[in-house]
T-cell receptor, first 115, second 117 residues
Framework: AQTVTQSQPEMSVQEAETVTLSCTYD???????LFWYKQPPSRQMILVIR??????QNATENRFSVNFQKAAKSFSLKISDSQLGDTAMYFC????????????FGTGTSLTVIP | AAGVIQSPRHLIKEKRETATLKCYPI?????VYWYQQGPGQDPQFLIS???????DKGSIPDRFSAQQFSDYHSELNMSSLELGDSALYFC????????????????FGPGTRLTVT
């Protein structure tokens, strides 16, 4: 079974600053996908960024970028120029394609952006 | 753009009652996933369907059943409800299991909040 670990239950960052959320995972697979989802107080699950394991280049989406270290099984999320709207729970998720495609989520990191 | 629709958004039931949650995937999406998120917990995979057939099963209790219909909408039926079933139930949809990149793009619905009293 796949396990996803987020070791930071809560984090805070000043508005406009940069913050990094950590995520590690355990798998014996070579081909998989990793995701970061944001869950604001509305509880909606919003995709932030995705990374294919076979790609060495780190994914970026505007202010969001990842540091994907495949050998270390690490997948951290960096949020630059933090905004108040970034306040949310962030879940790291692992997905193994072609065998169900279900997501395995970490326990989440609650991020608060301080004005 | 159309998103995943879940109904109802909120549901209150008593113990031992039955509940039915509905999920309408994004048009053309043929794969549906159900997740359960307890209070303060991460979402847990319950079950998924591809082309109206059950494709995978996670930690779904025997008291729960689900199916996908010909129009690709899915229903999660929950019987003999227990207090511990109180949770947010997410449905997600994707374009298919073997559709290249599209298969890994799961789009989540807003969730149905079930409260069992």
């Amino acid at each position: 079974a796949q396990t996803v670990t987020q070791s930071q239950p809560e984090m805070s960052v000043q508005e406009a600053e940069t913050v990094t959320l950590s995520c590690t995972y355990d798998t014996s697979e070579n081909n998989y996908y990793l995701f970061w989802y944001k869950q604001p107080p509305s509880r909606q699950m919003i995709l932030v960024i995705r990374q294919e394991a076979y790609k060495q280049q780190n994914a970026t989406e505007n202010r969001f970028s990842v540091n994907f270290q495949k050998a270390a099984k690490s997948f951290s999320l960096k949020i630059s120029d933090s905004q108040l709207g970034d306040t949310a729970m962030y879940f790291c998720a692992f997905m193994k394609p072609l065998t169900g495609n279900q997501f395995y989520f970490g326990t989440g990191t609650s991020l608060t952006v301080i004005p | 753009a159309a998103g995943v629709i879940q109904s109802p958004r909120h549901l209150i039931k008593e113990k031992r009652e039955t509940a039915t949650l509905k999920c309408y995937p994004i048009p053309r999406h043929d794969t549906v996933y159900w997740y359960q998120q307890g209070p303060g917990q991460d979402p847990q995979f319950l079950i998924s369907f591809y082309e109206k057939m059950q494709s995978d099963k996670g930690s779904i209790p025997d008291r729960f059943s689900a199916q996908q219909f010909s129009d690709y909408h899915s229903e999660l039926n929950m019987s003999s409800l227990e207090l511990g079933d109180s949770a947010l139930y997410f449905c997600a949809s994707s374009l298919g299991r073997y559709s290249g990149r599209a298969r890994d793009e799961q789009y989540f619905g807003p969730g149905t909040r079930l409260t069992v009293t």
